[in-house]
């Protein structure tokens, strides 16, 4: 038989080793789970994606985007709502607007980064929490030919931007992001494939990167660089902790690496990127807020569609 103290000793040991078998198999069993839930993350939707269908039937939109298990939106606009109406209607769908799609000028139905006293009052009204610029002021001198039709004009566009032009929205962003950071907000930027372009040895990202105060944070779109022949690995690894969001796209293998907003979209898991692997490395780099946007066109509704992107993202381990 065993003294008491020799027994008190086996009993802790067995009980160490209990508790370090059983805390690896909750590792394991975690690191087995999908990757939203591993993560502790919600899954979110940039509403861009329902285009006019959200307008059209907002409660019935905002409910079905719940029923797929989203559980936080990006908002590209307030479709025709009050900020105070828009927030009723995400509340009662059990949705939250952690993110907001803010332009440089403002307009009749929401503030811009030139009036921040209004987009932070729309802001916290909505309960969001991150600014983000969606795409560069046009310069005044950039403006559509007699005649160009809207590809043709983006073409272009991507084509004139100049250093100086980045530097400029580098400026904005600058000028706008302390304002917003006294307020408890952030503020980030959003790109297209347009800002891989060659600028001077370097490009449109890279200025913003190296212009844009640390404060300013990215959300990157990993479908528009994969569309400029870019790899977001490579990016990720490279400015650690800068991007903080991402969009989640996709495209087919189709696509033609260019540098004018084009695109062979395709839902989430039926394209070309690796999301079992960049969606822990994005998150490993500091990226904590996902949002699934899905470009037109569409073989399907559009709320199909972003039913399939979250089937997908949403047992991804």
């Known amino acids: 038989m065993l003294d008491m103290s020799r027994r008190g000793v086996l009993a ?77 209607a995400l509340d009662k769908a059990g949705l939250k607007a952690t993110s ?64 100086e032009d980045w530097k400029a929205t580098a400026g904005l962003l600058n000028s706008k992001v302390g304002p917003l950071k006294a307020a408890g907000l952030t503020l980030g930027y959003h790109n297209h494939n347009v800002e891989f372009a060659p600028v001077g040895g370097t490009t449109g990202l890279g200025i913003l990167l190296k212009e844009a105060h640390p404060d300013v944070q990215f959300e990157m779109d990993a479908g528009w660089v994969v569309a400029a022949g870019q790899d977001p690995f490579a990016l990720l690894k490279a400015h650690p902790k800068r991007f903080r969001q991402m969009h989640v796209k996709d495209l087919k293998a189709s696509t033609k690496p260019n540098f004018a907003f084009q695109m062979d979209p395709v839902e989430v898991g039926a394209g070309t990127i690796d999301w ?42």
Do not use: C, N, W
Request: cysteine-free; aromatic content about 6%.
């Open 12 to 88: 802790a040991a067995l009980g160490g080793a209990s508790l370090a078998a059983g805390g690896a198999a909750m590792s394991a069993a975690k690191a087995g789970s999908p990757f939203f839930k591993r993560a502790g993350l919600p899954l979110g939707l940039q509403l861009y994606t329902l285009g006019g269908d959200l307008a059209a039937d907002l409660p019935g939109m905002l409910g079905q985007v719940a029923a797929a298990g989203y559980r936080a939106v990006e908002l590209a606009g307030f479709v025709g709502k009050s900020p105070a109406d828009l927030k009723a």
């Open 100 to 163: 907001s799609h803010v332009g440089a000028a403002s307009s009749a139905a929401q503030g811009g980064l030139a009036d921040i006293d209004r987009v932070i009052a729309e802001a916290k009204v909505l309960g969001v929490q991150h600014i983000v610029l969606p795409m560069f002021p046009i310069p005044e001198r950039i403006k559509p030919a007699a005649g160009e039709d809207r590809r043709a004009f983006l073409t272009r566009l991507g084509s004139a931007m100049t250093a």
């Open 276 to 317: 079992a692997k960049l969606l822990p490395a994005a998150h490993a780099a500091g990226v904590d807020g996902f949002f699934v946007e899905q470009e037109p066109p569409f073989s399907r509704p559009r709320i199909e569609a972003a039913r399939l992107d979250a089937d997908y993202l949403l047992k991804l381990a």
